[in-house]
Nanobody, 119 residues
Framework: QVQLVESGGGLVQPGGSLRLSCAAS????????MGWYRQAPGKERELVAR???????NYADSVKGRFTISRDSAKNTVYLQMNSLKPEDTAVYYC?????????????WGQGTQVTVSS
């Protein structure tokens, strides 16, 4: 199976920056889209940003101009650079990947990493 391991969350003051990483591992797989979602307490999980194998990106309106998603296909890793963080960015951030494994589609999630923006 394909597994995702996230890192880089933590506590940061408003206006600060964090960089999240998510590495995919497994055998016989290719990745189509990798993305980051977040879920705040009492709220539904929402898309933050995603990037396709061709490099096309999509962002939630709330993070445009502050967050940047990038991808290292050779390392099967996706990054989320978060700048100008706000308290409302506080959430558990989840990595997601989908693609094919041995020609069968898959869709997997990471375990989540907590991001807390507070003074």
């Amino acid at each position: 199976q394909v597994q995702l391991v996230e890192s880089g969350g933590g506590l940061v003051q408003p206006g600060g920056s964090l960089r999240l990483s998510c590495a995919a591992s497994g055998s016989g797989f290719s990745i189509n889209v990798m993305g980051w979602y977040r879920q705040a307490p009492g709220k539904e999980r929402e898309l933050v940003a995603r990037i396709t194998s061709g490099g096309s990106t999509n962002y939630a309106d709330s993070v445009k101009g502050r967050f940047t998603i990038s991808r290292d296909s050779a390392k099967n890793t996706v990054y989320l650079q978060m700048n100008s963080l706000k308290p409302e960015d506080t959430a558990v951030y989840y990595c997601n990947a989908n693609g094919l494994r041995f020609l069968l589609p898959y869709n997997v999630w990471g375990q989540g990493t907590q991001v807390t923006v507070s003074s």
